[in-house]
């Protein structure tokens, strides 16, 4: 049996293995395939964590949003005044602009849900109470903070499961295996 290659698959493979955060460091590997889909999918990803007991994390996340933001938020900065009616237009035209991100993950979210039973806390969730920003994550996992250390490793492992069987799941349907 033949493999088909996916030459853009490969490439932004190679493109996310680039990738470096303000302090120098790649985007951690077991959030790698994670941010390598939502470029994929032509979704700009600007954090993103495997999760980590050190760190209190329960679990991973991406935040991302939409690339015509960019300069948008540089406007926004130079007007400065909230009241101003330019400033609510371009901050709306930003909401718009990540909704619009939020729209090309929330089919997936339907599907893989569609028939999966796992715990409330263990489900991922799109975040948008940062109105800049869009992040996905799974519902429990700011519970971390109120956990015992097995406790938080138990989260851990189960909401690195869930992102992953996610993830999986997306790339299933875009025939990336």
Known sequence: MTKIVNHKWERIQTDVRKI????GMPVDEGIFETVAVFKYLGINTTASCAGHIDRITGGPYVIFQSHDNHQLLTELKSIGDRKKPE??????????????EVRRILPYLKSF??????????????????????CISCQGADLAY????????????????????????????????
Do not use: M, W
């Open 20 to 23: 470096k955060d303000a302090l």
């Open 87 to 100: 400033y609510k237009e371009i901050l709306h035209q930003i909401i718009r602009n990540n909704i619009s």
């Open 113 to 134: 849900y569609s028939n999966r039973i796992v715990d409330y806390n263990q489900r991922i969730i799109l975040d948008r109470s940062n109105i800049l920003n869009n």
């Open 146 to 177: 109120d956990l015992t250390e097995n406790e938080r490793v138990e989260l851990l492992k189960l909401n690195q499961t869930e992102i992953k069987a996610f993830i999986d799941h997306i790339k299933t349907q875009l025939e990336l295996n």
